[in-house]
Each structure stands twice: as C-alpha cells, then as structure tokens.
C-alpha cells in the first residue's frame, strides 16, 4: 500500500503554493493520497490567528475538493485545542500503515521545539519541502528528513492577508473558490 502524506498547517488562507507544493510531493513520493489537516491552533502560531477555524476549513474544502486524491480531515479542528503533530500521527497510524509528514524549510529549522520530536521521526518518514530560493548545502542536511526539490512559490498566507487588508487583488494567489469565500465572508479586511 502506498503511504498517505499529512500536510498540516493554519491555512489561513489556503493558497496557490499550498497546492501547487501538495502536487509535487503526491507526484514525486507517488503517494495514495495527500490529507490536508487545519490545526485548530498551532504551538507555534497561537498569537496570530486570523480567521476562524470553521472558516479556514471551509476554504481549505474550497480548494482541494476537485482533487479526488486530495483529502480534508477535521481531527485536529474538532479537538478545539492547541494541535499538536505527535497526536495527529498516533491518530493516522491507527488507520494507515505509512505516513508521511510534509513541512515546510521554515519549520525543519525549528523542529527541535515540536513536541516529542523524536517519537515524530519514528511514526513517519518526514518530508522537508525547499522553498528556499539559495540551494542548501548537504552539511545543512539532516539525515532523518527526506529533503524534495519542490517548486518555489513565494506565495504567503500573511502576504494573502496584508492585500486584503489594503483592498489588492488575490487573483492568482488563491483558487478562485477561496477568494470568493473571503469575499463573502468579508475575512481579513479588519472591519468584521
């Protein structure tokens, strides 16, 4: 059977790299299926949430929901607390026998803070993806991690917010799913 990769994060919003970055490892790592998991809140990002944890499911529903090998899990939405890794993978493991978890560079460089890291490298194989324009030397390279040449999208969610914020365009930066919902919903704009 073919592992399935959690590719976890606050998501808010979801964006065009987010997507274009889940291709890439689903194709290169040939993988069942990518799970997209929405922390209800993050460790490391429990001051700056923006949108709620309804809405930022909702959008990452948006924008995966015509990819058949795509998939949305709410686990860590519905615990209503802090998320953390170690506790999403005991979870899979129960249902999938190979895992795995897809970071970003930002987060390989903090992955010593994450709880239990150790017993994280244990339960699945871990995949950083390079958004770093400059290539990383090999002494850079942790030999636990699978380090992917993904494509470089300098697409963030805090840029998404900061254009909404001052009434710019997100075409492009987010499926069009997305910026429909945020317009609905009048998110980011600082006057909900």
């Known amino acids: 059977m073919k592992p399935v990769g959690l590719f976890g994060g606050t998501f808010d919003p979801i964006h065009i790299g987010h997507l274009i970055t889940a291709q890439s490892v689903f194709e290169i790592h040939r993988l069942q299926k990518i799970i997209f998991m929405p922390a209800y809140v993050s460790p490391l990002k429990i001051d700056y ?32 607390k802090i998320s953390y890794t170690i506790d999403t993978l005991k979870n899979l493991k129960k249902r999938y026998d190979k895992v795995e978890l897809i970071i970003g560079y930002d987060n390989y460089l903090v992955f010593n803070k994450w709880k239990q890291a150790d017993e994280i490298l244990q339960l699945a194989k871990v995949v950083v993806l390079n958004r770093r324009v ?10 636990r991690f699978i380090f ?14 900061e254009r909404v914020r001052k009434n710019m365009p997100i075409d ?21």
Request: hydrophobic share 30%; aromatic share 10%; net charge negative.
């Open 49 to 80: 949430l923006s949108a709620s944890s309804e809405d930022r499911t909702k959008m990452v529903e948006l924008a995966i929901k015509d990819y058949p090998y795509f998939e949305l899990s709410r686990y860590e939405i519905e615990k209503h």
């Open 134 to 143: 400059d290539k990383m030397g090999k002494d850079e390279q942790d030999e």
């Open 148 to 161: 992917i040449d993904n494509p470089i999208i300098q697409i963030t969610s805090t840029e998404i917010r």
């Open 172 to 192: 492009f930066l987010v499926h069009p799913k997305v910026k429909e919902y945020i317009e609905k919903k009048n998110l980011y704009s600082g006057s909900r």
